[in-house]
C-alpha cells in the first residue's frame, strides 16, 4: 500500500526500521522512523482500512476533513483509506503497531455473520478504539506474540485463518459501536440467503473457477438476478469477487514464501503470467515478485 512521508526538520537523518508479519490477508506491521514524520496520501485504490496502535510516543491523526486527534500509549485509530483521506503525524520517539485489513475481509465478514454489508455510514466514520488495559490491546498482544511463534501457520494455517476472524470481528464491532451503528439489527433490505449461498460456494471453489453460471445454479437463482443481488449487496460482480479471492489467494501463498511467483499463480487458476502480473499489480500496488523477495528478505 502506497503512501508519501515527509521527515520534519531541518537535517533531520530517519533511523526507522520495520518488521511486517501475515495473520490470513491481514498485515502486522511494527515500525518507526525514529524522527517526527507527516504520513499521507495512502493508496485508495489498494482498498485497504488502516488500523495503527501507538505503543511509544505519541501520534496525530486524521480522516477526511476532520480534525486531528492525538493519541497516547495504548490508542487504536481505524480509517478506511478507500473511504477517506488518512493522515498521520508521529512525534519522534513514537513506535506503531499497525494492521492494513483488506475492506473487502470486513464487508464480507458482515455479511456472512450479520446478512448485510454496513453503509458508508460506518466505513467513512474516523473511530478511536482500544486504551491501556483494553479488551482490543489484549487481542493485539495475543496476535503479535502467536504470529512471532508460528509465523507460518499464522500466514497460511487454519490458527491464521481463526485469528483473522477474531481481528476483524472485535474491530467491527468496536468501529459499529462507535458510529453508532447496531450490526444485529438488519437495515431496511438485508441481503438474501441466496446471496450468502453464492459467496460461500465461490469461498469454497475459488481454485476450480466456479462460472457466474455454476455459482447460480448452486444458489437456486438466474444468472441475472444473482449478478444484480452482487451489485446490490456485495458491492461488485460475482466474477469481480472470484477474482478477488484468486488475487489474496495467491498474495497470501506470496507471502508465505511461495516457491515461485509462477508456481503460486498456477495454484489459484493462473495460466497467462501476462494478465496476472498486471491485475496483481493494480490490486495491490506492486508487482508479485516484489511481494515475494519482500518475504524473502524478511
Keep these: 500500500m502506497r503512501f508519501d512521508v515527509q521527515p520534519i526538520g531541518r537535517n533531520v537523518i530517519p533511523a526507522s526500521s520495520m518488521f511486517s508479519v501475515q495473520i490470513s490477508t491481514i498485515t502486522m506491521t511494527r515500525f518507526c522512523y525514529g524522527v517526527e514524520v507527516d504520513l499521507r496520501n495512502f493508496d485508495s485504490d489498494a482498498g485497504n482500512v488502516l488500523v495503527l496502535t501507538t505503543l511509544q510516543g505519541s501520534t496525530r491523526h486524521a480522516a477526511g476533513t476532520r480534525d486531528e486527534t492525538e493519541l497516547t500509549v495504548g490508542g487504536t485509530f481505524v480509517a478506511d483509506c478507500s473511504r477517506v483521506d488518512y493522515r498521520l503525524g508521529a512525534a519522534p520517539d513514537h513506535l506503531q503497531l499497525n494492521l492494513t485489513i483488506p475492506h473487502r475481509l470486513l464487508s464480507d465478514l458482515a455479511l456472512q455473520w450479520w446478512g448485510h454489508v454496513p453503509g458508508e455510514r460506518l466505513w467513512s466514520h474516523q ?110 460482480s460475482p466474477r469481480a469477487y472470484l477474482i478477488e479471492r484468486r488475487l489474496q489467494g495467491v498474495h497470501r501463498a506470496l ?44
Design 255 to 298: 507471502t508465505a514464501g511461495a516457491l515461485s511467483v509462477s508456481s503460486a499463480a498456477h495454484e489459484w487458476g493462473y495460466v497467462n503470467m501476462g494478465v496476472f502480473a498486471a491485475a496483481y499489480r493494480r490490486r495491490f500496488g506492486e508487482n508479485p515478485s516484489e511481494t515475494l523477495a519482500w518475504r524473502r528478505r524478511g
Design 127 to 236: 473511530c478511536v478504539v482500544g486504551g491501556q488495559n483494553s479488551p482490543w490491546l489484549a487481542l493485539l498482544e495475543y496476535a503479535a506474540r502467536t504470529a512471532s511463534t508460528a509465523p507460518e501457520a499464522v500466514a497460511t494455517g487454519r490458527v491464521g485463518r481463526n485469528l483473522e476472524e477474531m481481528i476483524a470481528a472485535h474491530l467491527l464491532d468496536e468501529w459499529a459501536s462507535s458510529a453508532g451503528i447496531d450490526l444485529s439489527e438488519p437495515p431496511s433490505v438485508a441481503a438474501p440467503g441466496y446471496v450468502r449461498t453464492a459467496v460461500q460456494y465461490i469461498d469454497e471453489h475459488v481454485k476450480d473457477l466456479p462460472t457466474v453460471a455454476e455459482t447460480a445454479r448452486a444458489a437456486g437463482v438466474s444468472v441475472r438476478a444473482l449478478n444484480g443481488a452482487f451489485h446490490k449487496y456485495v458491492g461488485m
